[in-house]
């Protein structure tokens, strides 16, 4: 008999609800590690390279340490500036403050992804942005995606996001990551195929497709194949393993594997 209705393919964890407030990443500031230049106009032998304490403090002529942790580059100009205009060593001082390199603020792209690593967040970054930068899902990549990210006093938050609804806009597009967030990428589940197809191979299951559908996928058969021979390898939920016949409009589901045989004639 065929399957009356196709089966979904799960996701390996509920879809979390999204509040706007957990997944924006924000503006922010400068961290401890990141490098900055700071430069005073007219004033070239204060110019200064270093790096943001773990204080949050960079340490500079005349003034000592100002902390700049938290602020804007624009900010911490600002702030620097007062610190020589109220020491009375500048009358209103101009200064600039410029970062080199990002180091506080980076995220992890693992999984199945094309080039995973760790990335700096130059500017405000969606997830999509964030896959982008790891060059993108793989063929293999589910499309769900997991990001992970920590909360005050070490704990995790974990929310799963739907690739389809990040491209559609109803997913979490609109949101940022933030500094320490990891987007993971797992393998989306799979099926097999084998005997009389030209591609025998597992592929990816994203989505419910008919038997006829995963010959398609497997190359379509070879000139020996049977269409009306077709069986199906199934495990049920207490591990048990079948094999059936099967038609060409059931619905394929995770981990089966298809065998199509040989005509007779």
């Known amino acids: ?48 390279q270093t790096v943001v304490g773990d204080d949050g403090s960079i ?14 580059p624009q900010a911490a100009g600002n702030r620097i500036a007062d610190a020589y205009a109220e ?28 080039s995973p690593g760790r990335f700096p967040l130059e500017s405000e970054t969606s997830v999509l942005d964030a896959l982008a930068m790891a060059g993108g899902i793989t063929e293999q990549g589910a499309r769900t995606v997991t990001l992970v990210r920590r909360q ?17 806009g109803t997913g979490a597009i609109g949101f940022n990551v933030a500094g320490g967030d990891t987007i993971y990428v797992p393998e989306a589940q799979k099926f097999y195929i084998y005997g009389e197809v030209r591609r025998p191979d597992a592929y990816p299951l994203h989505e419910p497709i008919t038997v006829m559908q995963a010959i ?3 190359g379509g058969l070879t000139e020996r194949g049977s269409e009306t021979r077709v069986q199906l390898r199934r ?8 094999t059936r016949s099967v038609d060409l409009t059931d619905f394929v589901q995770p981990d089966d594997v298809i065998f199509v045989k040989e005509r007779l004639f």
């Open 1 to 48: 008999m065929p399957d009356p209705a196709p089966p979904s393919v799960p996701d390996r964890q509920p879809l979390s609800t999204l509040p706007g407030a957990a997944l924006g990443g924000g503006n922010q500031g400068l961290g401890p590690g990141d490098a900055v230049r700071v430069t005073v106009f007219g004033q070239p032998d204060l110019e200064t």
């Open 59 to 72: 340490t500079l002529p005349l003034v000592d340490r100002v902390v700049v942790g938290g602020l804007s």
């Open 87 to 114: 020491g009375e060593y500048l009358k209103n001082p101009q200064v600039n403050l410029t970062v080199e390199a990002i180091r506080s603020r980076q995220i992890s792209v693992l999984g199945a992804v094309a």
């Open 152 to 168: 005050a006093g070490g704990a995790q938050q974990r929310y799963n996001l739907r690739l389809d609804e990040l491209l559609s």
């Open 216 to 218: 398609s996928v497997g």
């Open 235 to 242: 495990s049920d939920e207490q591990g048990r393993t079948r």
